[in-house]
């Protein structure tokens, strides 16, 4: 079991700020650390309608300019089994797989999944009826999504990249409050996009 990193949540429940950007301002840096959610690679594997976004999304990492990851709760998400989507090939797409958040009846003591945030976990239920004000409690955060954003936090990663409408709603607390940076990948692409015409 791994250490995670220090939890600075201020009195005024403002400013973790783990990443190095300023005002979410990814286009900036060299190769932003981008946390792929389960829905992403369901939409890839599976070859729907928005498979070819996340395509772009690979190419990106191929070239290293961004760093794709997925959280081992992916595992929690899609389990194994001759029905369901074979995960073995995200290697080869450039995505890496961190850690997630030490729960002891799966993690192993030397494993790389690191010690939670108390601060993050007592927030769930308070984002979560936030979300079902907004979107619908079908639609709210679950327990699995809010350990892929705990694990996202741990693992100090940019941005955490959804589709999830329920995660999607929360994205102005989980930036005031933890320093979660949380997007679609169009609105990411759109960024690299600009950043690109920039320099030419």
């Known amino acids: 079991m791994e250490k995670g990193p220090a939890c600075a949540l201020s009195p005024e429940g403002k400013g973790i700020g783990h990443g190095p950007y300023d005002e979410g301002k990814l286009i900036a840096m060299d190769r932003p650390k981008l946390t792929l959610d389960t829905n992403l690679i369901q ?11 996340v395509e772009e999304l690979v190419a990106l990492a191929r070239t290293g300019k961004v760093d794709l990851a997925v959280t081992r709760h992916l595992y929690d998400d899609i389990q194994p089994g001759p029905k369901n989507l074979n995960l073995d090939g995200l290697p080869e797409l450039a995505i890496d797989e961190v850690g997630g958040v030490f729960r002891s009846d799966i993690s192993v003591t030397d494993g790389p999944d690191m ?12 984002a979560r009826n936030l979300a079902i004000e907004r979107v619908g409690q079908r639609r709210a955060p679950d327990h699995r999504d809010w350990l892929h ?9 940019d941005a955490f990249i959804t589709w999830d409408r329920g995660i999607l709603c929360l994205a102005p607390e ?25 320099d030419d």
């Open 174 to 198: 989980l930036r005031a409050v933890f320093g979660i940076i949380v997007m679609q990948p169009e609105e990411y692409l759109l960024d690299e996009q600009s950043r690109i015409s920039s």
């Open 115 to 126: 010690t939670g945030f108390d601060e993050f976990n007592n927030y769930y239920p308070i």
């Open 43 to 53: 939409e890839h594997l599976r070859r729907q309608q928005k498979a070819h976004i």
């Open 149 to 157: 954003l705990h694990a996202h936090l741990l693992n100090q990663r």
